[in-house]
């Protein structure tokens, strides 16, 4: 008598029998010898053959397309139109997988029929379609494998504030690499213009963010005190992702309520879908714009990683050094992030 194909069965019970996996788990797979490695990937295909049946009445390239808003510690949430998946990842997905599944990706998603207990619709993603832009994490630095975060942002929102705490132009320029060298564009903010000591300070400042201008950043400065800039930080935003970058304190969240009061950028605990418990995380979240386009907060993210960046490609980001044009504090940016990166 053959094999009875399995019934569909709950969303945690299809995870513990071990045909879905968890993004904790991509986090820690693959850490095993050229033998076992080729061990499991046969071991995959075999899997995969297994299951062929059982994916049939479906082909994958006709699956609806959705996109990843947030990924938790063991499940992931994908909006499909105006629809908020919860979202478990096909094992023989991840496990072949460049890399986890993050934020801003797009992917493919059967939708299970099932409801879990909060009243949101359960779906596997069965397929993770080609990224156009990544922002990677900080320990990604050496370039030896690349950690992304944030995928398909077309451009990174760099806040920085004049004073408390006093703006860091080099950090400012080791993002705006971060962001070109993972195909976003950079748009630079200095938040809280108002704290200027003097006239000489604020001219220090413009003169800085003229030069940004002469590169052709886009720049914008902005004062929640005095509700000033914020025309031109939502023309900004308005229908494109944005990834948001920025130290504590700078004022990013502030910002973002100033033009979308009902937004609260910080993350907090969320119900564990099992009911083991309560879940936190830092991980990245998309949140959509009343006027259109979207945010994505990275808190916990001190610092991004300079993916594709070497020592002999760096001067590629810095065209006023190249040029002998650039001011003293750009030259010093240069040389420390040439500094920090390894030799070939």
């Known amino acids: 008598m053959g094999r009875r194909r399995p019934g569909k069965t709950e969303l945690t019970d299809r995870f513990l029998s071990g045909e879905l996996e968890t993004d904790d788990e991509a986090e820690s797979r693959q850490r095993f010898s050229a033998r076992s490695k080729n061990a499991q990937q046969n071991k995959i295909l075999e899997t995969a053959l297994l299951r062929a049946q059982e994916q049939a009445d479906g082909n994958v390239e006709l699956l609806p397309v959705g996109e990843v808003i947030q990924v938790f ?109 993972g195909g976003l564009d950079p748009v630079i903010c200095l938040n809280k213009i108002d704290l200027a000591k003097d006239e000489d300070d604020r001219k220090s400042a413009d003169g800085i963010l003229d030069h940004y201008a002469s590169l052709g950043f886009r720049v914008l400065r902005t004062s929640v ?28 969240s502030s910002l973002i309520r100033a033009i979308q009061p009902q937004l609260d950028l910080r993350i907090g605990a969320i119900s564990g879908y099992t009911g083991k418990g309560r879940h936190t995380t830092t991980s990245a979240r998309r949140y959509d714009l009343d006027f259109g386009g979207s945010v994505v907060d990275t808190p916990g993210v001190k610092l991004f990683g300079l993916w594709g960046v070497t020592r002999e490609n760096l001067v590629e980001f810095f065209p006023d050094v190249a040029a002998e044009t650039a001011p003293p504090w750009r030259r010093e940016s240069f040389r420390r992030i040439l500094d920090s990166l390894p030799e070939q």
Not at 151 to 173: K, T
Not at 228 to 245: C, I, K, P, Q
């Open 73 to 181: 510690s063991l499940y992931s949430e994908v909006r499909e139109g105006g629809t908020t998946y919860l979202c478990v990842v096909r094992k023989t997905l991840t496990k072949l997988a460049e890399s986890a599944i993050v934020v801003g990706d797009r992917v493919r998603l059967r939708d299970l029929g099932l409801i879990d207990e909060q009243g949101r619709p359960q779906a596997v993603i069965e397929q993770v379609l080609p990224r156009n832009t990544v922002l990677t994490r900080a320990d990604s630095f050496k370039a030896i494998e690349q950690h992304p975060i944030v995928a398909n942002a077309g451009q990174m929102l760099i806040v920085a504030s004049l004073h408390q705490p006093d703006v860091r132009w080099g950090l400012i320029d080791r993002m705006i690499v971060a962001a070109r060298s």
């Open 225 to 252: 005190e005095r509700a000033g800039g914020f025309d031109d930080l939502r023309d900004v935003l308005r229908g494109r992702m944005t990834a948001l970058a920025g130290h504590s304190g700078v004022g990013k």
